[in-house]
C-alpha cells in the first residue's frame, strides 16, 4: 500500500563510527528490510553494485537477481565488502550502505610514511561515519516495519544519529541534508561532527546516547520533547516521533522541534 505522497521520496538515513563490515547480520536485517519494500512497491529491475576490500571499483550496476542478492547476503555476513549501492532503472529506490572509511581510503594511497602516520592520528582522534540509507518514491502508507527494524538496527550498530523524512530528492547515504546545506556543513570537514550534532529536524529522529545525555537524560526527553511519541532504543539512544502519520506534519511542529533540539543542532 502506498501513500500519496505527492512524489517524494521516504527515507531512512542512519549513521555510526562503529565498522560496518563486522556487524554483517545487522547491516543485512536493514537490507533486506528495505529489498523487500521495494519488491512490496512492485519495483520492477533492480541493480547492484558491490565493492569489495582490495578489488576494483565495478564500473555499472549487474542485475540484481537471486544469484546477486545471495552475493550480497554472503558478502555483508562475512564481511567482504566496503560500499553496497542498490538501486532501480526509474530512480524511484535506491539502498546505500556505505562500510568504506575514508581515512583507509586514503590510506591505501599513500606511501609516505609520515603521512600515513598522521592519517592514522586523525582516524583514531575524528573517525569517519559509516552511513546505511534507504530511500522509496512513493513512500509506504503504513511504516511500522521499517521503523521497527530501523530503530532496532541504530541500537545494534551504536547509532550516533538518523532520521525518518518525506523529500523531493534522493538523498544518497552520507549526502547534504537541507539544513546542512543552507549551512555549508558537510561531515568531511568535520568527521566525527555527528558525535554531538543531528543532521537537521524531521518526522523521525535517531538520537545517540550521547545526543540523549545532551538534553538532560532520557527521561527528560521523554518529559520534554515536543513529539508525539517518544521511544527509547537499545544502547541509550532515542527515538523522536512528531506525529503519528509522516503526512500530517506541520512547519510549526518542526520549528518547535529545532528549538528543543538546538544543542544538537549547532
Known sequence: MLSDAGGAFFHVNLCTYRDLTTLGETVLAFVEMAVAQANQAGVRTLQVSLERPGARRPRTGRRFTPKAHDDVRQAI???????????????????????????????????????????????VARPSPRFLNFALNPPTADPLEILAVSRDVFGKIDGACGFVT?????????????????????????????????????????????????????????????????????GGGAYLQLTDRISEVRSAQLDALAVYLQPLLG
Not at 77 to 95: E, I, K, P, R
Not at 191 to 201: A, E, K, W
Request: include cysteine; glycine fraction near 8%; aromatic fraction near 10%.
Open 77 to 123: 555476513v562475512s564481511g567482504a565488502f566496503t560500499n553496497l549501492f542498490v538501486f532501480s532503472d526509474d530512480n524511484t529506490f535506491s539502498l546505500t550502505i556505505r562500510g568504506a572509511d575514508a581515512y583507509s581510503s586514503m590510506a591505501a594511497r599513500i606511501k609516505n610514511e609520515l603521512a600515513l602516520a598522521r592519517i592514522r592520528e586523525a582516524q
Open 166 to 234: 518525506l523529500d523531493p530528492f534522493q538523498l544518497i547515504s552520507g549526502d547534504q541534508t537541507g539544513y546542512e546545506q543552507a549551512r555549508l556543513r558537510h561531515w568531511s570537514q568535520a568527521p566525527d561532527m555527528f558525535q554531538s550534532h543531528v543532521r537537521g529536524v524531521f518526522w523521525g529522529n535517531l538520537l545517540g546516547p550521547r545526543h540523549v545525555a545532551t538534553l538532560g537524560g532520557y527521561a527528560r526527553v521523554a518529559a520534554e520533547a515536543p513529539c508525539r511519541s517518544v521511544e527509547a532504543i537499545d
